[in-house]
């Protein structure tokens, strides 16, 4: 969809970046945002502009240790700047990729990458009046919407509450502090659970509350929510919304860690299901599982204890993409892989019920 947020494919003289054709990125910058996180920006191998909504992200094959390892990340940069696009990432604890790119990434490096996709745009860009809520490095695609607005001088009524561990823990702080000193209607207020290291810390601690959010946010049920963070994080602020009057169609977040939450909780297949199984294979685990044709391979694996990557749950992101060795399956997705990824033998386990035994490259 092209909005005021987005380019216009006619203002552009070359060539847009397109989602079955295009696949290698370069790397041309990295920074440095706080101790743990870095910005990486990527142009296309090949001249492109990339054409995408604020809110929207990339899906990344990274190969590490000579194994494909995949994973979403939410552009952090303007869709208004459209020759290049950051993401931003935070380093995880025994994070393989987030600790890849964090140690190896450096500008020159080349990545591939599937995009943009993704859902968690603005309904009404421009208009609001919005609350942006972000937990910790899940401010990345709020800050996309951040930046597109002042690029294109709009200047809804913003509050944007961004909370994370401690002050120094504060993605984007100084920018967003420079938006909010020049920004009209825009107000920012930092939630640091704590003062950390940062003796002269003067502002508020704690966490997102029903409290603070009524002297905080006082219309807030006038507002449209956009919530990014992670997944206790979110539910915590779905909750405190609805409580506090928002109505359910102006609340939204980003969902990846909540599917794959919901796929946890998955029910088990009845027995009467399981009698009807196929037996699948993942090879590189060399683990065997029954899966019912009604089921999908991801959460039948789940159940079964073999470990598949996953976001989303629905065939959009890409992330649990996996080569099928042998058999077939009814696959229903929604945009997460490309047609030359299926011709090639590739499938995603989240939307695909199987049709035979299948063999899988897990
Ligand atoms: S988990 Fe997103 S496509 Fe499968």
Known sequence: MVTELTLPTSCAQGAFWSREADQDLVCIDVRQETHNVRTFTFRAKQERYFGFEPGQYFLFDFEIDG?????????????????????????????????????????????????????????????????????????????????????????????????????????????????AKVTPNFRLLFLPERAGNETGWSGLTGRVSEALLKVAVPDLAQRTVMCCGPAPFMKAMRELSLALGVPQARYFEESFDAAVLDEETVTPAPAAQAASAFKVTFAKQSKVIDVSSEQSVLAAARQGGVRLPSSCSNGLCGTCKSKLVSGSVDMKHNGGIRQREVDAGFFLPCCSKPLSDLVIDR
């Not at 993401?87 to 190896?104: E, F, P, Y």
């Not at 309904?123 to 695609?141: A, K, N, Q, R």
């Not at 294109?152 to 984007?172: E, K, Q, S």
């Open 67 to 179: 194994e494909t390892h995949s994973r979403c990340y939410s552009m952090s940069s303007s869709a208004l700047a459209p020759r290049a696009f950051s993401i931003t990432v935070k380093r995880v604890d025994g994070g393989k990729v987030s600790n890849w790119l964090h140690d190896h990434l450096k500008p020159g490096g080349m990545v591939r990458g599937t995009g943009p996709t993704g859902t968690f745009t603005l309904p009404d860009p421009g208009e609001g009046p919005y609350l942006f809520v972000s937990g910790g490095s899940g401010i990345t695609p709020v800050m996309s919407m951040v930046r597109a607005l002042a690029d294109a001088r709009r200047h809804p009524d913003i509050v944007f509450v961004h909370a994370a561990r401690t002050p120094a823990d504060l993605v984007f702080r100084d920018e967003l502090l420079y938006r």
